[in-house]
């Protein structure tokens, strides 16, 4: 199965797209994935780099050989032992049928032991959807090399809506202003997990997907945003808890296998 194979409904999307004005064209085109695992391993002390390998060079073709879209795999700058990847799904029935055959298939019990013994915990992993009609990741992104940041804010699930609007109104456009590439944003997806492998419950997150030159230009970001105007000025005081949690920053930098970069 071809991963960049388009479903009918993504073939009404762009049927839809064609017929619109040229200047609001590109806004209506399709994005992937509608589903997306964020997935992050703790490998044995020493051993990423050996995971690494396997995964660049064993497990990405045949994932996506079952329709997978393997988004990324990553080296997270703050934590040797820590290895974090992307995969998405069209759909949440498309999903367990595609790990189904893969982590039933050849590609991967012929590896699994060794991949197993590089890892000493791959259960935190979050099940997301874009947020809003533009949050995925565009597939015609050019890559290019640089650090990848992934903010994931945990919120409180009735203020998840709120929060959700809030930041495409006020914080998105700052984040950008800062100097930040939006790669994608995505948000928690509940429906039930339809596989065998974990998936973090009972949580909500809004995860942003963000692109730089380097860890210089990250770090002129966070200085833009320090001095220029609060978001949290002009949040509404139901939302201001949700702030007060600061979120969990993964500083990435992409593996030579990997699709996406910054």
Request: zero cysteines.
């Amino acid at each position: 199965m071809n991963p960049f194979r388009l479903h009918r409904r993504d073939v009404l999307t762009l049927a839809a797209a064609a017929a619109v004005a040229p200047q609001t064209q590109a806004a209506a085109m399709p994005r992937f994935s509608p589903i997306v695992e964020l997935r992050q391993y703790t490998t044995r002390p020493g051993r990423r780099d050996e995971l690494i390998g396997l995964f660049d060079h064993e497990f990405v073709k045949p994932q996506e050989a079952e329709g997978i879209r393997v988004i990324g795999q990553f080296r997270d700058l703050d934590d040797p032992n820590r290895f974090v990847w992307m995969r998405g799904f069209p759909d949440m029935a498309a999903r367990r049928t595609a790990l189904t055959a893969f982590y039933g298939g050849p590609a991967w019990l012929a590896r699994r032991d060794a991949a197993n013994a590089t890892i000493l915990d791959s259960d935190n992993v979050l099940l997301l959807h874009p947020l809003g009609a533009d949050g995925g990741f565009d597939p015609a992104r050019r890559a290019s090399d640089g650090l990848v940041v992934v903010e994931i804010r945990y919120l409180d699930r009735a203020a998840l809506p709120a929060f959700s609007g809030f930041f495409a109104s006020h914080m998105r456009p700052l984040i950008a202003k800062a100097g930040a590439r939006v790669l994608a944003a995505y948000v928690t997806d509940e429906g039930p997990n339809n596989f065998r492998l974990p998936v973090r419950e009972n949580v909500t997150v809004l995860a942003t997907v963000l692109g730089f030159k380097d860890t210089a230009a990250h770090g002129v970001y966070q200085a833009a945003l320090a001095r220029g105007p609060d978001w949290r000025a002009e949040a509404p005081d139901d939302l201001l808890a949700q702030f007060a949690r600061k979120p969990e920053v993964l500083r990435l930098t992409p593996t030579g296998g990997s699709r996406l970069r910054g």
